[in-house]
């Protein structure tokens, strides 16, 4: 069984636990890296995949994953792959216009080396 709380012992149970997220200088520790969520039922922040909220002790919704990510993520890659394939098409197109130089210019003679005097 849950038993329930006067509304003055809820609200210092809310400041006890409270104080344990805090820095020595005062910060909280949800500011630094840990994502975030507002409990729907008593509006604390909570953690964002918590299950039950700390404060109210009630089951939380589960959190909505985000999608919009994974779509600039293939963005990129084609315009990564489309940098590769013209970076590639504009190099092949250089060795094989030098290429033709090669084959199309005369052999050259070597020189006739002089003895040292």
């Known amino acids: 069984m849950h038993s329930r709380l006067h509304p003055r012992q809820k609200d210092q149970k809310r400041k006890k636990s409270r104080t344990s997220f805090l820095t020595t200088n005062g910060q909280s520790l949800y500011g630094i890296g840990m994502r975030t969520r507002i409990c729907p039922f008593c509006k604390e922040q909570i953690h964002g995949q918590a299950l039950v909220c700390r404060y109210c002790t009630r089951d939380l919704p589960p959190v909505e994953q985000r999608r919009n990510k994974s779509s600039h993520g293939w963005l990129a890659a084609i315009i ?15 060795f094989l216009r030098e290429r033709k130089n090669w084959l199309t210019e005369p052999p050259r003679q070597p020189e006739p080396q002089n003895p040292p005097d």
């Open 80 to 94: 990564a792959a489309g940098i590769i394939v013209s970076g590639a098409a504009f190099l092949a197109a250089e």
